[in-house]
């Protein structure tokens, strides 16, 4: 069992920045990717940004591209997501997630991870 804490959340005014924070623990695999997904109110869950276990690898969704950093640190078997310049429609549960490492395939897919945290709320006013 991988068991995966987000922390950080909270309420922003629009403009500003907030940063997430994920750690995995337990039975984690020996290389894996980690990711960020957002559920916005009354929206499906979408990607937000992965960092691959190659560690050079990040991937971004065009909505926050330019504006959130996604970085990881594998000793502390944790990723980090900065946000940057932050918007009412950034306003949204955030999710971590953890995979086995695949080579990069589908990392936007949310079916594509197995374990998950619980979710941290950011809400951004205006």
């Known amino acids: 069992q991988v068991q995966v804490v987000e922390s950080g959340g909270g309420l922003v005014p629009a403009g500003g920045s907030m940063r997430l924070s994920c750690t995995a623990s337990?039975?984690?695999?020996?290389?894996?990717?980690m990711a960020w997904f957002r559920q916005p109110p009354g929206k499906e869950r979408e990607f937000v940004a992965s960092?691959?276990?190659?560690?050079?690898?990040?991937y971004y969704s065009d909505s926050v591209e330019g504006r959130f950093t996604v970085s990881r640190d594998n000793a502390k078997n944790t990723v980090y997501l900065q946000m940057n310049s932050l918007k009412p429609e950034d306003t949204a549960v955030y999710y971590c997630?953890?995979?086995?490492?695949?080579?990069?395939?589908?990392?936007?897919?949310?079916?594509?991870?197995?374990?998950w945290g619980q979710g941290t709320q950011v809400t951004v006013s205006s």
């Open positions: 337990g039975r984690t695999f020996s290389r894996y990717d």
């Open positions: 997630a953890v995979r086995a490492y695949n080579g990069g395939f589908n990392v936007r897919l949310p079916a594509e991870y197995r374990s």
């Open positions: 960092a691959l276990w190659a560690g050079r690898s990040t």
